[in-house]
Each structure stands twice: as C-alpha cells, then as structure tokens.
C-alpha cells in the first residue's frame, strides 16, 4: 500500500517559474524524503527532512513539513528544462518496513 | 552516478519462471532494500538485508526472496512469475541497518512477464 499522496499528479510550467508539489500521509513518521526520477530510472535523493524539523533548504529546493497536518511541500525556484522528471515523496515511520512512497508528481518543463 | 549497479537491466520471462536479479552496494554500505515500482506507480518495499540478514519485509509474498553476500551485494530471487511481477526491480544501500537515512539507487532492472 502506498501512504502518501502526491499532489498534483502532473504539472506543467515555463521555464524560469516555481514549482510547487505537496505530499499527504497517514501514520506518524521519523522523516520524510524527496526523491527525483527520470523517465523510468533509479531514483536520486533530493533532501530529507526530520519530524521534528519545520522547513529545509538545498540549492533551489524548499521542503516544509507539518506533521500536525500530515503534509509536506516541495518548491523547485527557477525551473530548468533539466527539472523535467517524476517526483516522490518518501516517508519512514521508524520500523524496518523500508520507506513507503507515493505515486508521484510529474513535473514538466517548457523551454 | 550513486555506485549502486544492478543487473540485468532489462529481461522477459514467461509466466511461472524464476528470475534473479543482482545488485552491488556502493562502497561503505551495509544495507540493501529492494523495491518493486509498477508503471505508474510509486516504487513499493519489498525487503531490507542488513549484515546478511533480513531484517525487514513488505507486503510481499514468500516467493519474493532475497541474500544478501559478505560484500554486501545482493540477490532478489522471483519464483513462480506471475503477470503482475512485471515491473522495474530497484535497489537501494545505505549505511545503517535501517532504512533511516538517505538511500542510494541502482538503475533497476525492468522484467517484463509474458
């Protein structure tokens, strides 16, 4: 089963404009974890963030986390056509179940 | 480029085969889980080895099984394929015997069952 849910599934923008993803869980979590994947292939860790964290940065990435409401946000600044990929959110409840991922986001880049 | 490396990348069985899949760690690595992604989907956990041994498991049936050797690469071993084991196969090492942290992934194997 899959716990969280990406939102939206698929998002369109021109390049240069921000990009914003959103995840929602179900259970409690230690962290919570972004991942990017092109076209079918393996997946490369963006950034994670802790339970008891509230936001975090890497480069042009912003990750917020509200466990009160169960949900995380993902903000690209700046968009590249180089962007152009699948995102996953990824959460651990702390057990040894693995990381359990949502469906995705498809973000696509318009040069 | 994370250093994990899996193999075959891609291969086409036929309903009730069997199938390996390999996966070498990157270096310093001592964990290794496996994920199953359907097309569409996100990927799903199917097991975790951790010093030879599994120490975690999906939702996935018995004939899912896995070893994990002393240099910490890694087999998923399929038996019984049916038509919905179709899907790209992914490994992923880390550094602890949990699955806390950043994980690291191959390129996966793409079985395709006919």
């Known amino acids: 089963s899959q716990q969280g849910e990406e939102d939206p599934q698929a998002l369109s923008i021109q390049e240069g404009e921000n990009a914003t993803m959103n995840c929602s869980y179900k259970t409690s979590i230690n962290n919570l974890q972004w991942y990017r994947q092109n076209s079918g292939r393996g997946l490369v860790h963006l950034i994670l963030i802790r339970s008891n964290e509230r936001e975090k940065h890497s480069g042009r990435l912003r990750v917020t986390l509200d466990t009160s409401k169960k949900s995380s946000s993902l903000l690209i600044t700046a968009s590249r056509a180089a962007d152009t990929a699948s995102y996953f959110c990824a959460t651990d409840a702390g057990g040894a179940d693995g990381l359990t991922f949502g469906k995705g986001t498809h973000l696509i880049i318009q040069p | 480029e994370t250093g994990v490396t899996q193999s075959p990348t891609h291969l086409i069985k036929t309903r009730g085969q069997q199938v390996t899949l390999r996966c070498s760690s990157q270096s310093g690595h001592n964990t290794v889980s496996w994920y199953q992604q359907a097309l569409g989907q996100g990927p799903q956990f199917i097991f975790q080895?951790?010093?030879?041994?599994?120490?975690g498991r999906g939702n996935f049936p018995p004939r899912f099984s896995g070893l994990q050797f002393p240099n910490y690469s890694s087999e998923l071993n399929v038996n019984a394929l049916e038509l919905d084991d179709s899907a790209l196969y992914l490994c992923a090492s880390s550094i602890s015997g949990r699955s806390t942290g950043e994980l690291f992934f191959g390129e996966g194997s793409r079985l395709t069952v006919l």
């Open positions: 080895y951790y010093r030879e041994e599994e120490n």
